[in-house]
């Protein structure tokens, strides 16, 4: 990690972002709100995990009443076209990034990003030694039974990263996440 000014306008300010889903303009507004004091440039590097199919498949059809199962015939997993869902997850996966990394953009930052396959906070760890980042964010949907266990990403984040860490809930503003509106906090 170089020990530059980030005040004297040389160089850049990496910061690594793990988002769930695509970042809305308010999402990206607060990101970007961040860092306007950063007189380096400051260049986002968007990390998108690609959704599972065999996870998606399995979450819906767990959706399914028991009950409806127990009574109806055997479902037959071959009548699911695997390859199809797979395609699909990465074209929404794709879709999710160009919509955050244009979000970012409308706010006049530097952002650029990819779709990953690997485990979320191993391609985070990854992707922060690879762009010497300075400090990482994750916007994630509210998680709360993986927070209290401390096995949601943030907190693997913190174990295994020497940068800060900050984990923003996606499509909320920053007063809702803080307890002054009606978001998770707030509850």
């Given at each position: ?122 391609a985070l760890v990854e992707k922060v030694?690879?762009?010497?980042a300075r400090e990482t964010i994750i ?49």
């Open positions: 990690m170089t020990e530059d000014s980030i005040h004297d306008g040389h160089g850049t300010y990496d910061v690594v972002l793990l988002v769930e889903q695509a970042m809305s303009a308010t999402d990206a507004a607060q990101v970007h709100s961040l860092h306007e004091e950063i007189s380096d440039q400051v260049v986002y590097h968007v990390l998108l995990p690609l959704e599972d199919a065999a996870a998606r498949i399995e979450s819906s059809l767990g959706t399914l009443g028991a009950g409806d199962l127990m009574a109806s015939p055997g479902l037959a997993l071959g009548d699911i076209d695997i390859e199809s869902v797979r395609r699909e997850c990465q074209e929404r996966s794709e879709s999710d990034l160009e919509a955050t990394l244009g979000a970012l953009r409308q706010t006049g930052a530097q952002a650029q990003g990819s779709v990953t396959t690997a485990p979320p906070v191993d030694s690879e762009v010497d916007l994630t949907r509210p998680h709360v039974v993986a927070e209290f266990f401390h096995v949601d990403w943030t907190s693997r984040a913190r174990r295994k990263l020497g940068v800060p860490v900050l984990h923003l809930i996606e499509h909320e503003t920053f007063d809702e996440q803080s307890g002054g509106g009606e978001g998770v906090s707030g509850l």
